[in-house]
T-cell receptor, first 118, second 114 residues
Framework: NAGVMQNPRHLVRRRGQEARLRCSPM?????VYWYRQLPEEGLKFMVY????????ESGMPKERFSAEFPKEGPSILRIQQVVRGDSAAYFC????????????????FGPGTRLTVT | AQSVAQPEDQVNVAEGNPLTVKCTYS??????LFWYVQYPNRGLQFLLK??????LVKGSYGFEAEFNKSQTSFHLKKPSALVSDSALYFC????????????FGQGTTLQVKP
């Protein structure tokens, strides 16, 4: 069973360009989380999606960032007009079902996409 | 607000010695706690979790963690460290919402020397 796949692993963008990060969850998983890891910091939650639905986007910056998880294909995290402060590692995690209060299941993480904005 | 603190940026231990990586938390309600490990240029790997019940939780690779409600701590332990245990360790708490998002500590680098 392949793990969570993310591509590209490394992405370099100039300021003002768009960045598209892809995440394919583990087989059988329909819940996807995106986290951002800034240098010297822990991971910060960005967004939680199920197929075709954004469930929680409380960690997403208000502008330039968007995410989707279509019925077919990978989840996409899109950053428009990137700035240097967007340079970070972006991790995707998946789980087979929703983590409810009585069943806090673990998330399985991908290898991350390291975005560098020059 | 929910938070996790890992008070040590780095822990150094000799191979064969016991190791402890510290974690304290602040949550409202019952805490659901996790430990993950990150090797260089890799994603996070799940080690163990505490939901309820026995305060000593056993996980992967010989790791265990002790939940202490009165001290609001969830320290990661291993009786005998290996050089291959050298990595970045994250403690996390599940936010009380129903979405399952995790709140992470800032991470502790474990260095095991031969």
């Amino acid at each position: 069973n392949a793990g969570v796949m993310q591509n590209p692993r490394h992405l370099v963008r100039r300021r003002g360009q768009e960045a598209r990060l892809r995440c394919s969850p583990m087989k059988g998983h329909s819940h996807v989380y995106w986290y951002r890891q800034l240098p010297e910091e822990g991971l910060k939650f960005m967004v939680y999606l199920q197929k075709e639905n954004i469930i929680d986007e409380s960690g997403m910056p208000k502008e330039r960032f968007s995410a989707e998880f279509p019925k077919e294909g990978p989840s996409i995290l899109r950053i428009q007009q990137v700035v240097r402060g967007d340079s970070a590692a972006y991790f995707c995690a998946s789980s087979p079902r929703q983590s409810v209060r009585t069943d806090p299941i673990e998330q399985y993480f991908g290898p991350g996409t390291r975005l560098t904005v020059t | 607000a929910q938070s996790v603190a890992q008070p040590e940026d780095q822990v150094n231990v000799a191979e064969g010695n016991p190791l402890t990586v510290k974690c304290t938390y602040s949550v409202s309600g019952n805490p659901y706690l996790f430990w993950y490990v990150q090797y260089p240029n890799r994603g996070l790997q799940f080690l163990l979790k505490y939901i309820t019940g026995d305060n000593l939780v056993k996980g992967s690779y010989g790791f265990e963690a002790e939940f202490n409600k009165s001290q609001t701590s969830f320290h990661l332990k291993k009786p005998s460290a290996l050089v291959s245990d050298s990595a970045l360790y994250f403690c996390a708490v599940r936010a009380p919402s129903n979405t399952g998002k995790l709140i992470f500590g800032q991470g502790t680098t474990l260095q095991v020397k031969p």
